[in-house]
């Protein structure tokens, strides 16, 4: 049984919650869960992001949609429905990109993350949903360590790490965690090496990003 609810109370010594309904609660289904014995009724309780999702992030979507349009052909509303399914197998939830849904941030976040996903996986390339990309946040990049994509041209790349490690430091005791990140193929990581790391970064924009060390585990970064 689901319900919409509004927190009304909570206490936090008892960590107890105080939940109104939005709509009468069916006691005789529970009842009939419960065999009659309502003392132990059990259930899960999702709160939701009240920032609801942006026109920004709604328009990346759908640019990223054409694109993988533009690449198979198939049409952008079939594709969204793959998506949606895809996203209610992975968070057990419905979305919905309609104006008037209640679909957060992070949810729809989450949503973008699976189409970009799906992109570097079967090598859709970025054309109108390119400009629109969040380049300034972390997760393009951790994506495209993921993938091992160049973060500038989408070619296979290596995971390039920046910051030098400070002379008379022992180099077998290096901590991964005080690098930046980056993937780059092979072109644009020497184009780094023959221009100099700073002006490369400020060249194509790049922010390279820390990872800790579950990140690096999962993206099988270092030792
Ligand atoms: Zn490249």
């Known amino acids: 049984m689901e319900y919409s609810l509004k927190v009304v109370g909570y206490d936090p010594k008892s960590n107890t919650l105080q939940v ?3 709509e009468k609660l069916n ?3 529970l009842n009939t869960y419960y065999l009659g014995d309502l003392s132990n ?3 899960n309780l999702t709160l939701s992001d009240p920032r609801s999702s942006t026109p920004k ?5 759908w640019a990223l949609l054409n694109d993988i349009y533009e690449k198979f052909g198939n049409g952008s509303e079939s594709t969204h429905e793959r998506f949606k399914e895809k996203y209610f197998s992975k968070y057990g939830l419905k979305i919905s990109t309609k104006n008037n849904a209640e679909t957060s941030v992070e949810e729809m976040n989450n949503l973008i993350e699976l189409v970009i996903d799906f992109m570097f996986e079967w090598g859709v390339p970025f054309k ?4 629109l990309l969040p380049r300034d946040e972390s997760y393009f990049y951790y994506l495209c360590l993921k993938h091992r994509k160049c973060c500038i041209c989408g070619q296979h790349a290596d995971v390039c790490h920046v910051d030098v490690v400070g002379s008379g430091r022992n180099r077998k005791s290096i901590d991964h965690g005080e690098f930046r990140f980056y993937a780059g193929c092979r072109t644009h990581h020497q184009e780094e090496h023959t221009i100099g790391t700073n002006n490369f970064l400020n060249k194509y924009k790049i922010t390279p990003i820390k990872l800790n060390e579950d990140d690096r585990k999962k993206l099988r970064i270092g030792g």
Do not use: M, N
């Open 128 to 131: 109108k949903g390119y400009e």
């Open 57 to 61: 992030q709604k328009a990346l979507y």
């Open 27 to 29: 006691v005789e289904r």
């Open 20 to 22: 109104k309904l939005d």
């Open 41 to 43: 009724v059990q259930g």
